[in-house]
């Protein structure tokens, strides 16, 4: 039987044979043994393929031949700020040939874009209203913004907003869509918290506004609790309650006094009470030293303002916690007197003076001259009858006096500016009394009717909307 192992010694029998392959070999040993010997190898320093994201910084390691480390030259730039595949040459040159190696350099980006939503991930919504898209910014580090390429899907209350780059780097991001309504109504009164309304009269509700979140016309749905009897003297409270339709409520209230036109009578009030009242200011170096000694004594007053002085003073009236209240802005007798349009017209510019200090609508008036003056036959005849009763048609309440100190000309002396008040003080009755805080003896004699009325068991107290009116008789 020939095996192949027999045919392969009978092959080399024959010596040339032999001769020639061992030749051959001995060629091939010799040729391996110069290329290890004489051939130079380029080692690179680090990876020979390399992947870097976009932007990321490529540095350059290099390469060297074994006993020749600075023979080796470089070829090729990476730009990071370019994706693509990048070819780093390095070569040697030895006996008249160059011999090369490669490093490729893979430069991707694989970050998603910066996918940003505008508002909360998580919105109220009215249960009444569907929820209108906030928007949303896309940008890629490599793209740029690719906002109009973010696709949104809606499913139920999850609105889910995917963005992709050009490299197929996805970001994904959710909004949670809440329908729910925690948000009270809000209420306010139309017209004064507190109203008054003389027995008799016509009573209009000025009734409320309604503002909410999520339902509108909800002022239709208001209730309202409580009745005003016109023709009987009395406190009425009236209450408003609204509910959304979501069940939130919110209530207000509103209080009407109804009183008789003639509160005329000066023993109405508080007895024994000091109401110190000044009119026709305010005034630098009067005003502002009568507020100085009322803080002092700790006393609260009432001040009459026109447009005179600067505003600084009414804002320390107020801020110090007095009343500011109104008398007109002119004095004008003929100016206000002239005729009922005329009278208001001068009372709101001063209102709105006090309004724009303050930010509170005053209600409280004095009339130049008093309700019981006379001057005014001079200008309208029966104009006081009718502005004593429209001012409170309107919600106003008017004060007259029941001491008048005598500042107003008669008297230019302290002392008996002291004395006309002191010596008509009265524990049966309310006090109100007059006094102009732009007269210098009244600033210098008020010190010593403070004391006077303190020793002697007064208490004094400024006038509010709840101050019974005390007011004279009406001669025109
Ligand atoms: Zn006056």
Redesign the pocket.
Known sequence: MNSWFDRFKDFFKNKYVLISFIVLVLSFFLVFLVYVVFVPKIIINGKEKVVLQYNDKYSENGAYVLGDDDGVEIEGKVDTSKIGEYEVVYKYKKFGITFTKKRIVEVKDEKGPDLVLTGEDEVNVCPNRDYEEEGYKSVDEYDGDITDQVVVNREDDQITYISTDKSGNKTTVFRKIVKEDNVKPVITLKGNSVMYVVVGSKFTDPSVKVVDNCDSNLEEKVVTEGNVDINKVGKYTIKYKVIDSSNNTSEVTRVVNVVNKNTTNSSRGIPGVIYLTF??GPNSGTTNVILDILKEEGVKATF?V?MRGPDSLIKREFDEGHTVAL?TAS?NYKTVYTSVDGYFKDLNKVSNRVEKITGVKSMII?F??GSSNTVSRHYNIGIMTTLTSEVLNRGYRYYDWNISSGD?GETKNKDKVYANVVNNLSKKRANVVLM?DIKPYTRDALRKIIKYGKENGYTFERITMDTPMVTQRVNN
Request: proline share 9%.
């Open positions: 009119d026709d009459f026109t008398h004095h004095r130049p001259g107003a102009h």
